[in-house]
C-alpha cells in the first residue's frame, strides 16, 4: 500500500536555534541540515528527514538502520521511501515496490529549461497550455519522481523518455516504449506533487502529517 506524507515547515522551528529536532535524525540528514544557509532550506530537510523517520518507526524499523545509494537516496529493508520539499512542505511516500516523489512550489515557468531539456512534444504541451506555470511544473516534477524511483537521478537525460499527458491519463516512455510504472500528480495550495510508482498508487489522495 502506498502512503502519502506531508509537513508543513511553518510548523517547525530553525534547527539552529531549538536542535532537539534535530538530535531525533540520523546523523547524515543532521549533516544535510546543516549545510543549509537560509533557515527555512533547513526547516524543509527536518520536514524531510522527520517524514523518512515517521516511515520507519511505522514500519518498526531503527532509524540508525537507514543507508544511503550512489546518488544519496536513502533506503532500508524490508519498505521503499522517497521524500522530496520545495516552497511550504516536505512531501514523503513509502510502498511495498520501488517508488519516487516530488513537489516544487508553483511559480514562473522556466521555459528556456524545457526548451533545452525536455523533449520537443512536453515543450509544445507547456506552450500551448492555458496556464503554462502549471504545465511546466506538472511535468517536472513527473521527470524527477520518475529519475528518483529509478535511483539514477540526473544521471538520466530528462529528455531521454517522454512524459504522455492525455486527459487524465499519464504515461512515461522511452524510444516508444511505455514504461511500467503509474503516475499520480496533483496540485495543493499552489504547489505540484507528482509520484511515479511500481504499484497502484491509491485511488483517493490522502496525507498522513509527519508532524
Not at 515547515?9 to 543532521?30: F, G, H, N, V
Not at 512534444?121 to 521527470?143: G, H, Q, V
Not at 523518455?161 to 499552489?190: A, H, L, P, V
Request: with cysteine; proline share 4%.
Amino acid at each position: 500500500m502506498i502512503k502519502l506524507y506531508l509537513a508543513d515547515i511553518s510548523a517547525l522551528c530553525d534547527p539552529l536555534e531549538d536542535s532537539t529536532i534535530l538530535d531525533t535524525l540520523p546523523p547524515k540528514r543532521q549533516e544535510k541540515v546543516l549545510k543549509y544557509k537560509l533557515a527555512d532550506d533547513r526547516k524543509r530537510c527536518v520536514g524531510a528527514g522527520l517524514i523518512i523517520n515517521k516511515i520507519l518507526c511505522e514500519n518498526n524499523i531503527d532509524i540508525n538502520s537507514i543507508r544511503y545509494g550512489s546518488n544519496g537516496k536513502p533506503y532500508a529493508e524490508g519498505i521503499y521511501f522517497n521524500a522530496a520539499h520545495s516552497g511550504n512542505f516536505a512531501f514523503g511516500v513509502s510502498s511495498e515496490k520501488e517508488i519516487g516523489c516530488d513537489v516544487e512550489i508553483i511559480k514562473k515557468p522556466h521555459l528556456d529549461i524545457a526548451k533545452r531539456f525536455f523533449t520537443q512534444n512536453e515543450f509544445d504541451y507547456i506552450s500551448y497550455s492555458e496556464n503554462t506555470s502549471t504545465a511546466f511544473y506538472r511535468l517536472w516534477t513527473i521527470k524527477e519522481s520518475y529519475i528518483k524511483l529509478s535511483g539514477e537521478g540526473l544521471r538520466t537525460p530528462l529528455n531521454s523518455f517522454e512524459i504522455n499527458i492525455e486527459g487524465n491519463n499519464i504515461s512515461i516512455s522511452e524510444k516508444g516504449i511505455k514504461k511500467d510504472c503509474y503516475i499520480t500528480q496533483f496540485e495543493f495550495k499552489n504547489h505540484s506533487f507528482a509520484i511515479c510508482s511500481l504499484e497502484q498508487p491509491p485511488s483517493k489522495i490522502e496525507f498522513t502529517d509527519a508532524l
